[in-house]
C-alpha cells in the first residue's frame, strides 16, 4: 500500500529531442509492482513544451494546474486548449505535443502501460515485453 | 483525440453497500476506447466514505483535492493519512477505504484495469474478458 507525496518524488529534466521546460516525477511505476499501468506528472514551464511525437501507446491525462494548447499536427490544425480538470485520451499512434502558452506553469499527470514507463528519456518498452 | 472538461461530466451516486456520501464521474473510459485504463474522478462529501472492501485489481489514485485517511483493516491498524498531491497504490486483494475526516470535499481520481471499469456499482469484468 503505496502512499506517495508528490513533492517528495525527484523531478527528471526531460532530455528527449523536442522537450522544452519539461520535467517529469515518476508517482507510481514498475519499480512499485504497478502492475498494469503507470502514472508520471509533468511540468511545463512557461512558453515550454514537449515534443510533438506519437508512439504506439495510449496516454491518459489528467490536467491538474494550469492550461496551454494541445497540438495534434505540425501545422497547428487540431490544436484544443487544454485547462486544469481536463481529462484526456491520447490513443496510439497520434501525434500529439502539450505547449504551456500561459505564463505559468502548466503540470498534469500523464498514465501509459507499464511497460512503456520509461521515465525521461526515450521509450522503450521493458525487455522481454 | 478526447479533452473532457471534468466539470461536463454528470456524477453518479454510488450505491454499493458502505458507500455513503460518494459520487463518481467516469472521465475516461471503455465508451472512449481506452485500451487498457479507466479513470475515474471520485468525491466524498464530509464524514463520507468508499466501502471498505478489496478485489482481484488494483488502484492508482491521485489526491486532487482535500484531505482524509485510509483505511486498510476494519480496526484502524494501517491508517494512513492522506492530503492532496498524494499519489497512492493500492495493489489487488488489500482492503481499503477512503473516508473523509475533514470538513471539505475529499476528491480523488482513481484508475483501474479498463476491464473493471464498472461505474458506480458493483465491479465486475466486462463480459468475456
Same mark, same amino acid.
Given at each position: ?29 514498475? %519499480? !512499485? #509492482?504497478?502492475?498494469?499501468? @503507470? ?12 515534443? /510533438? +511525437? $506519437? ?18 499536427? %505540425? !501545422? #497547428?490544425?487540431?490544436?484544443? @486548449? ?12 497520434? /501525434? +500529439? $505535443? ?20 520509461? #521515465? ?10
Amino acid at each position: 500500500m503505496l502512499v506517495r507525496d508528490t513533492e517528495s518524488v525527484p523531478s527528471q529534466t526531460m532530455t528527449m529531442p523536442g522537450a522544452v521546460g519539461v520535467t517529469m516525477k515518476l508517482l507510481v511505476g514498475r %519499480a !512499485d #509492482g504497478a502492475p498494469t499501468f @503507470a502514472m508520471r506528472q509533468f511540468t511545463v514551464e512557461p512558453t515550454g513544451h514537449t515534443p /510533438l +511525437h $506519437q508512439h504506439n501507446y495510449e496516454h491518459e491525462v489528467l490536467i491538474v494546474e494550469g492550461a496551454g494548447v494541445l497540438h495534434t499536427s %505540425a !501545422d #497547428g490544425s487540431g490544436d484544443k @486548449a487544454i485547462k486544469a480538470g481536463d481529462a484526456l485520451l491520447i490513443p496510439a499512434n497520434q /501525434l +500529439h $505535443q502539450f505547449h504551456n502558452v500561459s505564463g505559468a506553469p502548466l503540470k498534469f499527470v500523464c498514465l501509459v502501460p507499464v511497460k512503456f514507463d520509461c #521515465g525521461g528519456g526515450e521509450c522503450k518498452p521493458t525487455p522481454g515485453s
